[in-house]
């Protein structure tokens, strides 16, 4: 099946530091991925949409200048969370759609636990 | 305010037994439910989905009935494995935005042996 490798799986770093999120997909190109934040016993929070060559569509409420992602190729799209803080502590995960408008057809990566101290 | 609810958190259940996920939605515009499975460590991956049209899916071990006058649907695993140990995710979209997915909380699934 269709893999999507996310790194590092796990992160801690000290407050103003920034952090990059790697997600690629393995075995096929994907023309969408999506960027999630989870956080303890709570739902799935759809961040942000990232599509290949374009600027990402950041859901209301998440910081584009804070959270920057980019999408250069149709195998990678990283996020990098500038100038941590605290609350930005949370579970990160990626997703990736080999074709257009099936959500059956999203792969997740194994998600990043970003701790900051 | 949440607009997919999975109100426990977790279940436990003896090995052979049916196990029953439930998850409740307030936006009437939901037309499409998936339930995504996930264990520690891994991503969440696709186990079942069903439309607003129909009340009830099946695929193999795995049920999912839809009751939209309540606005409740529930997973049915019958019968449960230990492998089936998981937390299950349920999800909702609304029509035209396939992947523009409303996440619960999940649960948390114990198949005791």
């Known amino acids: 099946g269709a893999v999507v490798s996310q790194h590092p799986s796990r992160v801690i770093c000290k407050s103003g530091t920034s952090v990059k999120i790697e997600c690629r997909s393995l075995d096929f190109q994907a023309t969408t991925m999506f960027w999630y934040r989870q956080f303890p016993k709570q739902s799935l929070m759809l961040m942000a949409t990232s599509n290949e060559g374009s600027k990402a569509t950041y859901e209301q409420g998440v910081e584009k200048d804070k959270f920057l992602i980019n999408h250069a190729s149709l195998t990678l799209s990283t996020l990098t969370v500038t100038s941590a803080h605290p609350e930005d502590s949370s579970f990160y995960i990626c997703s990736a759609q080999n074709y257009r408008g099936l959500a059956e057809k999203l792969f997740f990566g194994s998600g990043t636990q970003l701790s900051v101290l | ?113």
């Open chain 2, 1 to 113: 305010d949440q607009q997919v609810k999975q109100n426990s958190p977790s279940l436990s259940v003896q090995e052979g037994r049916i196990s029953i996920l439930n998850c409740d939605y307030t936006n009437s515009m939901f037309d499409y439910f998936l339930w995504y499975k996930k264990y520690p460590a891994e991503g969440p991956t696709f186990l079942i989905s069903i439309s607003s049209i129909k009340d009830k899916n099946e695929d193999g071990r795995f049920t999912v009935f839809l009751n939209k006058s309540a606005k409740h649907l529930s997973l049915h695993i019958v019968p449960s494995q230990p492998g089936d140990s998981a937390v299950y995710f349920c999800a909702a979209s609304a029509a035209g935005s396939n992947y523009q997915l409303i996440w619960g909380a999940g649960t948390k699934l114990i198949i005791k042996p």
